[in-house]
């Protein structure tokens, strides 16, 4: 018995005949492969300029209504699957019957398709894979097929689009600083403007992408970080008649400043004197610290700021918002940064005096909390002693924490007060190197009994850390109640009952507690009290 491996196609079958319709193909599995196998015959009636056009229409063309299944789903995926098949005589067909310029069209319309824009984008990076020179040159020669590609970031693929052509070797390609030039960036950040809100969080997450892909000296970076660029972000950010932007485009500049923080924080690259003292400061740095004003303000006030969340307890809870969550992230990207401009800048704007009001008036929405301390710990930890002790003087840091801690009762434990601990403690270790900083504590009231309890308190977190004990094992006898041992701080943390430490909060320092508000899901995080409650 012998075995026939030559068997018959199906593909074949249809090109026998005296008649067939590229549908007959699309129907088929096999003709995607059989497109790539170079079968002469196929090619020659896939590349035909009628059958050519139809098969562009497929990934261009939303079918029209009461379409059939085939239509809708499968033939446009099929006819990509073919268009980019890699054959020298397909590529050719596409470049010379002018089909590229044909699939960038499709951005032009105000809407599109966006399950059909990765199918034109697939085609496009492999036409680029195949012939590189020819599609750039395609590319160069008319740049109206960019604002149109820009203004679509609710696909994804477009991201991807952009990323590929600014990421080609420079020493190889043009395309990446004729992109720049012809305004990429420009049309991207126009894309903040109130008539494309609902775009505005699709926009955001390209550019993040972007520049997550990218470092501070590419060009395309440099770019969205000039001041006009800045500008015109802040613009936006600062509309209130444009409250998406101030969500969104505040995480691009975030974004930009991590770029910038990434760049200095290099052990090549780190801040100049020059730079610190105030001379030789990035634009983008200049620019946002001249917004810090309105800032502050929408910081204070944001778009809905009157709306208000039910509690557990029947209580209405104020509502934090994604604004100043975006807000404040931005506020701490900067203070990161060690510039000393900035840090004066924000010393003199009353920045800190604003967020800690926020503390007290957010008391169970941890990442307030957690970004409140971060930009405290950081001003001290960065900043030389003369200005850590104009600091402390201008903030009153160190008498607010004391003032709240002689508040705590067994029946009123803010959750914010594990934090306001972490500030004092780096008070603490700033005093240790700094004598102008101890002697100002000195001078204070109460501190030195503050920094017993604090000793305690850290042991006891130490312990739960090493051991994963939980609060009543590690503070031991001194956990439950009044102790009977005169220590009004040690009392004020010694009853779980609305314990001072969230679940998945339990080190108060951790790099991933800003995480732990979920923007999507909720505006607060519940105390423990009310989680109970609600359970």
Request: aromatic share 8%; hydrophobic share 40%.
């Amino acid at each position: 018995m012998s075995w026939d491996f030559n068997m018959p196609s199906p593909v074949a079958d249809i090109l026998a005949k005296e008649t067939f319709t590229l549908t007959e193909l699309l129907e088929e599995d096999e003709t995607p492969p059989e497109s790539r196998n170079e079968n002469d015959k196929l090619t020659a009636f896939l590349t035909k300029p009628d059958i050519l056009t139809e098969l562009i229409k497929y990934v261009t063309v939303t079918p029209p209504k009461g379409s059939s299944d085939n239509v809708i789903n499968r033939f446009p995926v099929v006819a990509m699957e073919i268009l980019c098949c890699g054959t020298k005589e397909m590529t050719d067909a596409l470049l010379n019957q002018k089909k590229l310029e044909d699939l960038l069209a499709f951005f032009a319309d105000e809407e599109i398709n966006v399950l059909l824009s990765n199918l034109v984008v697939e085609v496009i990076v492999n036409l680029l894979q195949s012939e590189p020179v020819k599609v750039e040159e395609c590319l160069l020669s008319d740049a109206e097929w960019l604002p149109n590609v820009c203004k679509h970031p609710e696909s994804g693929s477009v991201g991807s689009l952009l990323a590929r052509f600014l990421s080609m070797d420079p020493e190889e390609s043009e395309l990446p600083m004729y992109l720049i030039n012809q305004g990429v960036v420009e049309n991207l950040f126009a894309g903040f403007n109130s008539k494309f809100a609902e775009r505005h969080s699709d926009l955001s997450l390209l550019l993040t992408d972007l520049l997550a892909a990218e470092t501070w000296k590419e060009p395309v970076v440099q770019r969205m970080a000039s001041f006009q660029n800045v500008e015109t972000l802040f613009a936006a950010m600062v509309d209130s008649n444009n409250p998406t932007a101030l969500r969104y485009a505040t995480v691009v500049v975030t974004r930009l400043l991590r770029t910038l923080l990434i760049h200095v924080e290099d052990e090549d690259n780190s801040i100049p004197v020059s730079a610190r003292k105030g001379e030789d400061i990035p634009v983008i740095i200049t620019v946002v610290i001249s917004h810090v004003p309105s800032l502050l303000s929408l910081l204070q006030t944001p778009p809905g700021a009157d709306k208000v969340i039910p509690s557990s307890a029947g209580k209405p809870v104020a509502r934090f918002g994604p604004y100043r969550h975006a807000i404040m992230g931005l506020l701490d990207e900067v203070l990161s940064l060690s510039y000393e401009f900035a840090q004066n800048s924000l010393l003199q704007s009353k920045t800190f005096q604003v967020t800690m009001e926020l503390l007290t008036k957010f008391p169970n929405n941890s990442f307030c909390h957690h970004t409140v301390q971060q930009l405290y710990s950081h001003f001290l930890e960065q900043s030389e002693a003369e200005a850590q002790l104009e600091f402390l003087k201008t903030t009153d840091a160190v008498k607010i924490v004391l003032e709240h801690q002689k508040a705590v009762t067994p029946e009123s434990k803010p959750a914010f007060l594990p934090f306001l601990y972490n500030i004092a403690s780096t008070v603490d270790l700033v005093s240790q190197t700094t004598p102008q900083v101890a002697e100002y504590l000195e001078g204070i009231e109460g501190w030195d009994e503050f920094k017993e309890f604090l000793v305690e308190y850290e042991k006891a977190h130490e312990r739960m850390d090493v051991n994963g004990q939980d609060d009543e094992e590690a503070f031991g006898d001194d956990f439950e109640g009044d102790d009977g041992d005169n220590d009004r701080y040690l009392d004020g943390i010694d009853n779980d009952e609305g314990a001072l430490l969230l679940p998945a909060d339990i080190d108060m320092d951790s790099a991933d507690d800003g995480s732990d508000y979920d923007i999507e899901q909720a505006e607060i995080l519940l105390s423990k009290a009310e989680i109970e409650a609600f359970a």
